[in-house]
């Protein structure tokens, strides 16, 4: 509820989320981010592939010279034919290491986010997952001039979480139809029933590598010359534009694509063998490109209903475009709102129903980091007269509209140690049966409250002095307040 929210002051994971992020996509020119390389490649590939091709034709037609050369010319054409075929090798030797560059970019980018997201057990990982999303809604900025342009940095990230832990749920659920991802999963149980652990994970490195490079490359097409000219961009990032016809915006998304899927294939590609094995060569070379056609699969689909893999993508998509929109009008009061724009996109035949109820069963209606108001009970189990603060911490709440939070105060104090609360409907102030219960109570005895919770307290912008949700900024800015994910107890309230 705070007007004037500090900047929090990074702790050692923020730090490093901080730097997975610029990695992607960074607000410095000076810095080599992903997208920076992709731009750069989008500025000059097709010149780059013309002089290859040039080269071939040069190296090819000194060719044809030498078989009909007489003794006579012979010498000095195959010295031509040499030095004509050394040119097209330091050119494609120049062109694919490059993309080798950008590979290894890329993958180690997906390898760093995995290991935020992925633990030993289940339950570790839901944890882990819960804080990383939790963390990049509380770091997000909410207003100000950057707002925009630092949600879409983050965007990426938030519903990359959300593709890796769909794809878990679904398989959970045997609601996993694709061959290639079944594949994959099975050969994981097998392996780990050897006795020596294994570095190469099939499902790791064959399924969550790639489609976490197809959900962090979606947007990158953004930034081809022709997308950036519909944007009207200046500079290095593109501004999101809100009134696109509906022909620009279909032209956009076209172009968009069309340049994420071309970068994946080409910018990208596949990662060199090493090795003298032809064997070994044919079989790696046949696994990589599987997973880049799995992963360019994920990324044509995304933007078509239906059941297919590119759910892992398009639902996620709409859920993180709700919570972390990059648009100047942000309202984050009607944040939970999310699960409506996906049950109403799913009867309208937007989205698959059954993959958005999946995924609501996953993050309920309440974002990661999201303020909840809530009115705690009594040592009797009743309703006190005052309520109190919490946090959104957990992933798989027992229903959608029972969220997992962290309870941040108490007596009307912030505290730096609080207890797990699963907040039911009857008792958070975001719905009508909790605030009528507080309907009784004094103007003034609920302005007091408030002025305790709030250190920027303005009575004139709140309805009643009850709040439906309240901001963390203020309150996640101090370290002291951002370890909200150590495990204990789970209370229901």
Not at 253 to 261: F, G, K, M, P, R
Not at 290 to 298: N, P
Not at 315 to 343: C, D, H, M, N, T
């Amino acid at each position: 509820m705070t007007t004037d929210p500090k900047t929090p002051v990074e702790n050692s994971y923020s730090k490093n989320l901080g730097k997975l992020i610029s990695g992607l996509l960074s607000g410095s020119r000076f810095q080599l981010s992903i997208y920076g390389t992709a731009a750069r490649f989008f500025s000059r590939d097709e010149q780059d592939s013309a002089e290859i091709a040039a080269l071939q034709q040069v190296w090819e037609h000194s060719q044809a010279q030498l078989a009909h050369a007489n003794r006579k010319t012979e010498a000095l054409l195959i010295a031509d034919v040499q030095q004509k075929r050394q040119q097209l090798f330091d050119a494609e030797y120049r062109y694919e290491q490059l993309q080798q560059q950008r590979y290894g970019q890329l993958y180690l980018l997906c390898q760093q986010l995995l290991e935020l997201t992925e633990g030993q057990t289940r339950q570790e990982t839901i944890l882990r997952s819960s804080r990383l999303l939790g963390t990049l809604q509380l770091l997000a900025p909410s207003e100000g001039d950057g707002m925009a342009a630092m949600q879409q940095k983050y965007k990426p990230f938030y519903k990359a979480v959300l593709s890796l832990r769909l794809l878990d749920h679904l398989l959970e659920q045997n609601l996993i139809t694709n061959s290639y991802i079944l594949k994959k999963a099975t050969q994981r149980q097998q392996m780990l029933q050897l006795p020596d652990q294994q570095a190469y994970c099939p499902f790791r490195d064959d399924v969550q590598i790639p489609l976490l490079m197809a959900v962090l490359l979606q947007d990158v097409g953004h930034y081809h010359p022709d997308a950036m000219r519909l944007l009207q961009a200046d500079g290095s990032q593109p501004s999101y534009r809100l009134q696109f016809s509906n022909t620009e915006r279909q032209e956009f998304l076209e172009i968009s694509l069309q340049a994420s899927v071309r970068f994946l294939l080409k910018g990208i590609g596949v990662p060199a063998y090493r090795g003298n094995s032809k064997s070994e060569r044919a079989e790696y070379q046949q696994n990589e490109q599987e997973k880049m056609a799995f992963a360019a699969t994920v990324l044509r689909t995304a933007a078509t209903p239906g059941s297919g893999v590119g759910n892992l993508l398009r639902i996620p998509q709409v859920y993180a475009s709700a919570v972390l929109p990059g648009r100047a009008r942000f309202v984050y009061e009607s944040l939970p709102k999310v699960a409506l724009i996906l049950k109403n996109g799913a009867r309208a035949g937007q989205y698959d129903e059954r993959m958005v109820d999946q995924l609501l069963t996953i993050t309920g209606i309440f974002p990661q980091g999201y303020g909840i108001v809530y009115l705690p009970k009594d040592k009797t189990n009743a309703s006190a007269e005052r309520y109190e603060f919490a946090i959104v911490n957990s992933l798989y709440p027992p229903s959608p509209e029972t969220p997992l939070c962290r309870g941040v105060t108490r007596n009307l104090r912030y505290r730096t140690s609080g207890t797990n609360l699963a907040v039911s409907v009857e008792h958070n102030l975001y719905f009508k049966p909790a605030r009528q219960k507080l309907a009784v109570i004094p103007e003034a005895r609920l302005q007091e409250i408030l002025s305790k919770l709030s250190s920027s307290f303005e009575p004139a912008q709140l309805r009643h002095f009850l709040p439906r949700s309240w901001h963390p900024d203020e309150f996640f800015a101090d370290p002291k307040h951002q370890n909200l994910w150590n495990r204990n107890e789970l209370q229901q309230n």
